[in-house]
Every structure is written in C-alpha cells, then in structure tokens.
C-alpha cells in the first residue's frame, strides 16, 4: 500500500462500468476450438499422407515399370506380391539383420541400463555420454568410420557388418529407453526378493526383469523397426548384402513395381497388430 | 548434544551386559557403519532373547534402518560385529540368513499373486511347489488374508498389503522378523488395530521381532525391550517402565513422553540421595552410582508433580507463579514460572482438590523425593515448538480485547 501512496494519481478515467448484460464471449473465443481442430486435423492429414499414398498406390495398375501415375484400380499387386525375387529376398535379409540385431542390442541394452541406473562405478558417467553418441552422431559419419574400421581389420562387409552396424545404435536406443523405464524402479523389491533367499540371479530372473520386460519389449520394438529402415549406414557396410531400404533405393533407378508399396503395407500392417497385441497384453496384465 | 561425554560408559556397559546373558538371538557386538564420512551407526552393541519384542527407537536419521539392514545383511558393518544365533554373520549376504523384513513400504511383488508373493520365500529355498503353496496358504491364514489369496497387491488396501507383507515374512519361519516402520503407511485407526494384530500374531508364533519405529507411544506399548537410539549411538536399553521412569540421558527423557528438564548443580551426595541446587532452591533426589556430579539436569514427569495452592506445607516445595493453564480432557496442563524463571510444566489429574486458579496467582510445586531424577549434561536449549508457543502466547497477551 505504501508504494501505491507514492505513485502519481491515476489519470486514466476508470473503466465502464460493467453493462447489465452478462459479457458476450468474443468471437475468437467461439472460433478458436475450430481453428485449433483444423489446423491439428491438417498437421496428421500432411503426416500420413505419404502413408496413404503408398497404401493406395499398392493397388494401382501402373504404366511400364514405374508406379508414380495413378491409372486404374487393379489387385493384381495383392494377388501376387511375392513375384519379383530379388523384392522378397531382400525383405528376408532385412527382418533376418532386424532381428538378430535387435535380440543382441535388447539383451546388451538393457544390461547396460540396469547397470546405470543401479550401481555408481566407475566410468558411469562416461557410459552415459558414450551412449547418446551413436543417436546424435550424423549416419554418415557413423557409416563411414564403421567401414573404415572393418577395412581395417581386413572383414569383409556383408550381413554381419550390417548386423553389428546396427546393434550399435540399436544398443545405445535400448539403453535409453529402458533406462527411463528402470529408473522409476521400486529396488526394494529386490531386497525382498533376496531377503526371502533368491539369489541374485533368481531375484533378476523373477523380479526384476519380469517387470522391467514392457519396457525393453517396448524398446526392443521400436529398435528393429529402427534396424529395418536404416539405409545410410547400412550402404557403407553392406558388401553384397541388399537389404529392402537399399533394394528399393537401387529400384527407383530401373523399375518400381507395386509389389514395394505392397510389402510396404504388409508391414505397416504386422506392426499394427504386434501394436495391438501389446497393448491388450499389457491391459491383461495390469488387470491380473 | 552427545559431547558430553557420558554415553559412551553406557553402550559400553549394555554391551558387557548383553554378552554376559544368555546365548541371545542376535547379538550386536560393537557395530558401526559409516558412509563416506558420515556415521549412521556408531559403536553399537545389544543382545535380543528368543521370542522377546524388541524395538529400535529414535528420531529420524539417528540409525534405525541401518541397523535394520545389517541385521538381515543389505549393509556390511564397518567395523564389529553381528551374530544369528551364535554365528558370525557380519559378511552372509541376505539370502543366507534365517531373518526375515518387512518393509515399510511393504515390497511387496506387483506382478504375483497374494498366494504367490507368500509362496516366493519357501520357492527361493527350493521347497518343492505343492508344499510352498500349502505352507503359504497356511500363513495367509494365519494373518487372514484367505479371502484376497488371488489377487495382486495393486488390487489390495494399505492394512491388507500390510497383513500380506508379514504373511511373506513369516513363511519362512525365520529365526527372528525384522519390521522396519511397518504401519508407519497406516492412518492413525488402522495402525492401533495392527498393533494389536501384530501382538497377537507373534504370540502366536512365537518368533523374535525387531521393530524399528519413531513412534514413542508405540514402542511403549509394545514392546518387552526398547533400544532409544539418538545420532547412532544406543542411548539407552531397557523395558518401557525403566525406560519411562529411569531415563539414563537427557535426550531419552525428552523423547520419551514429557518431562521437565532443568539445569541443576549437584551439590552432595548422601545415603542414596542427590541434593541439587535448582529452579531456586534445594532438592533432592535419589542417586544411584551413575549418578553425576557438578553441573547436570533436574528430570520430573509433569504427572508426578504436585501443585498447591494453599499455605505453602513445610514439605520441600519450589515457590512458583502460575503462568498458563490448559484444559487437556483427563489432566489439567499448568505452567508455573519459579522463582529463578524456569517453567515447570505440572500435569494436574481431575480429582485434584485444587481451587480456581488464575495466571499470576502463587503456588507451591513439589514432588516426592522418588520422582525425580539427575540426569548427566545440561538440557537442551530451548527447541523451536517452545519458542513459538511463547511468541504466541504473548501476541495473544497484547492483542486488543
Ligand atoms: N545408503 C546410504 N548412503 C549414505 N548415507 C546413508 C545411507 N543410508 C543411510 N544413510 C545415512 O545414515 C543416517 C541414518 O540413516 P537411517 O536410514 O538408518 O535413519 P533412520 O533412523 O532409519 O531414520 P528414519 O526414521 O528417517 O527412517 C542418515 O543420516 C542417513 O542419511
Ligand atoms: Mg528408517
């Protein structure tokens, strides 16, 4: 009150008086939630449309050997989408890389998480930096240097370079993921558990990692879908090996039949269902 | 507080006493646990019987867990040394040891059943699956839990998580049952019920429990032994009525119930009694050969102290002003002011022949020779609650009526 005493009087005129009448709200006010709604309705429709685009397209019956022009509705795609070979081989190369990385990175990772999050040793907080290096660090630099090294050590690139290319940003992911899943960790549990005589290995076994397990499904998960689309640094490394990203990149340049965008479909659609399916586990569970 | 000097004579003679006894259950000889450079638990000895109730009690931070821990063998003391059953067992780790806990905040497994959370224990020591199952619903009976066999902790109430945690703690059949605040989750009704439950249920198997509370009340109640711990040390062991009535420390009559606490000189010792120079006058209480010398604290329970108003008696008495009077349902609390300033805080009974009093008014206090006590060290100084009630009291004084 003492510093209001000090101020100057007050020159403007005080405000009008209220009118009878309960206060209109503004127009912004009554369009706002629209505006809101369509520009968030435009921001998924601009996101998924790529998408659309090559779900629909799997069911053209395109011109030559390029599916770029929409001409006509046709399922012969579907009917016979493992026609080209080479197509489907290196599918079968890419989901046998995704998942032998994704087993080694989910395993490797989520050890290393534990261990973070657990124990203070020495070298931890080094650990940490180190492993955000392998998502920050640009694909080419990463490719580029993996390759050096096995040049270095005279290996030969192919399916195990691709593979431990990619258990090396698939480890760092796994890691931080189930890091944040770890660090809300009750670890009296495993006090419990050893208390009541487990051992170590049995309280990891039926404790700790029974509920840690949604988290590193989770990351495990999203990690191979990481490994199935990597193209950057798998172009480095990978000989002779052609996995499906790089398959399609080499097709654009001779021949795109829909088959791609067909196969491209079919994994949206199994990563749609495993989705599914996690989701009414992990309600089945919580519900016991 | 503890620079005074004097406990350390008297861990050191509970631990003599502890290990001259018969052979205990757990015996503490001597433990201490420091982390970094702070000490948790210094120099710590106790033995605890078979079957006995015994409780660890202090303000937070002074130890208890820790000691907790070592027993059941998470922590490693630093130095000395932890014996179950006879047996040294200062570097077994937890799984190895026949104790069990339950913790406060129970641990119990999330994504196991009740009948498995209970099964868990005999599973880990490899008993084979139909008997685990039978001895866990065994248990689960016992604590009655029978209805909620099937479902998971998320799915069960505080009280009921509570009962499930001990069921899992005594499916073992553990030597001894470590409890470490375990109804300290629990509202104030359900906690005085699982007290009884808790009593009960360790008549009724029997087994040693080690109890770690800050609860004064209900380690008083419950308990056969009290350890009162203060900044790591023990302060003092004994039955809640030794406890209570014969404090060793200053810190232990302050913490345990409500005592006044004055600054005193001793001045003579003779036949069994102390004469002390306090509140303005001579006073005795009785000495035993603990007692201190030179400067140290006048202990009184506020109950045992007498209040008249009348023509002072030729009885020892202290002279003093009444300075605040407060109805507390059964007692009547009067503050008094003696002639040196003091407060002394008088617990008056409702078949007092007391007549009206009024703040101002002379009274005489006194209290049989019996009552009090000399205590080592000076009190403390005055703690912030007294402080502020002051401060309340004399706003309340110079506020416009
Ligand atoms: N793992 C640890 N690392 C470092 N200091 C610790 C650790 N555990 C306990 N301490 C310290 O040791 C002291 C005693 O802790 P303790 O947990 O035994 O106290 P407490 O008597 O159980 O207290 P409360 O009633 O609050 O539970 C505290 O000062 C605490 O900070
Ligand atoms: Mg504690």
């Not at chain 2, 003092?236 to 119930?257: H, L, M, N, R």
Request: glycine share 8%.
């Amino acid at each position: 009150m003492t510093t209001l005493g000090t101020r100057p009087p007050e020159t403007t005129p005080p405000a009008p008086p209220p009118t009878g009448a309960a206060p209109s709200p503004s127009p912004l006010r009554r369009v706002g939630p629209w505006l809101l709604n369509g520009y968030a309705g435009a921001v998924v429709f601009i996101l998924f449309l790529p998408i659309l685009v090559i779900i629909l397209f799997s069911f053209n019956d395109p011109v030559g050997k390029f599916n770029f022009v929409w001409k006509g509705f046709s399922l012969e795609a579907w009917q016979d989408p493992f026609k080209y070979e080479p197509l489907v081989d290196a599918m079968i190369v890419s989901l046998e890389v995704a998942a032998v990385s994704t087993v080694i990175s989910a395993v490797l990772g989520t050890l290393i998480a534990v261990a973070l999050v657990r124990y203070r040793f020495t070298g931890s907080g080094a650990t940490n930096t180190f492993l955000v290096l392998p998502l920050t660090t640009p694909e080419v630099v990463m490719g580029a240097s993996l390759l050096t090294l096995f040049l270095d050590l005279n290996w030969a690139t192919g399916f195990w370079t691709i593979v431990i290319a990619h258990a090396m940003f698939q480890i760092s992911f796994v890691a931080l993921t189930v890091k944040a899943r770890v660090r809300g960790f009750d670890w009296s549990l495993e006090d419990a558990a050893m208390d009541l005589g487990a051992t170590p290995l049995r309280t990891f076994l039926r404790v700790t990692f029974p509920l840690i397990l949604p988290g590193v499904v989770a990351a495990a998960m999203l990690s191979f879908a990481l490994s199935m689309d990597d193209f950057i640094i798998t172009l480095f490394n990978s000989g002779n090996e052609v996995t499906y990203p790089l398959f399609v990149n080499n097709a654009a340049k001779t021949a795109l039949p829909p088959q791609i965008n067909v196969m491209a479909t079919l994994i949206m659609l199994a990563s749609l269902v495993v989705i599914g399916l996690s989701q009414i586990y992990t309600r089945w569970r919580t519900r016991g | 507080m503890g620079d005074e000097g004097v406990e350390p004579e008297e861990s050191a003679t509970a631990v003599a006493a502890a290990g001259a006894g018969s052979r205990d259950t757990i015996e503490l000889d001597r433990v201490t646990k420091t982390f970094g450079d702070q000490i948790a638990v210094n120099d710590v000895g106790f033995g605890i019987a078979e079957g006995e109730f015994f409780s660890l009690l202090g303000p937070s931070g002074c130890g208890k867990t820790t000691t907790l821990r070592m027993i059941a063998g998470f922590e490693v003391p630093t130095s000395g040394s932890i014996r179950l059953a006879g047996a040294d067992v200062s570097h077994v780790p937890p799984y190895k040891r026949n104790v069990n806990t339950v913790f406060q905040h129970y641990a119990l497994f999330p994504h196991m059943t009740v009948r498995n959370n209970v099964a868990f224990g005999p599973r880990s020591k490899k008993v084979p699956k139909a008997d685990a199952r039978s001895r866990a619903d065994e248990v689960i009976r016992v604590v009655r839990m029978e209805d909620f066999a099937d479902r998971k902790p998320g799915q069960l109430s505080g009280g009921q998580q509570q009962r499930v945690a001990l069921a899992r703690a005594l499916v073992n059949y553990p030597t001894a049952l470590l409890l470490d605040e375990p109804l300290g989750a629990l509202d104030l009704k359900l906690r005085q019920a699982m007290q009884l439950e808790l009593k009960r249920i360790q008549r009724e198997v029997g087994i040693t429990f080690v109890y770690v509370t800050h609860d004064q009340e209900e380690a008083l109640t419950m308990s056969d032994r009290i350890a009162v711990m203060s900044e790591g040390r023990v302060e003092q062991i004994g039955s809640p009525t030794e406890i209570y009535d014969a404090p060793a420390t200053v810190f232990v009559a302050g913490f345990i119930g409500q005592a006044n606490l004055w600054p005193c000189t001793v001045v003579g010792a003779r036949n069994g009694t102390t004469s002390v120079e306090a509140l303005g006058a001579t006073l005795t209480a009785p000495s035993d050969e603990a007692s201190p010398e030179g400067e140290a604290t006048l202990m009184v329970r506020p109950e045992r102290v007498r209040v008249s108003a009348t023509d002072p008696r030729p009885a020892p008495g202290v002279n003093a002003t009444v300075t605040d009077l407060v109805f507390q349902g059964p007692v009547i609390r009067l503050a008094l002011a003696a002639a040196d300033g003091s407060e002394i805080v008088a617990h008056v009974g409702s078949d007092h022949d007391l007549p009206f009093l009024r703040p101002g008014d002379e009274v005489t206090a006194s209290w049989d020779t019996g009552a009090g006590r000399v205590l080592p060290g000076r009190p403390p100084a005055m703690d912030a609650d007294d402080y502020f009630d002051e401060e309340l009291a004399e706003d309340w004084e110079s506020a416009p009526r």
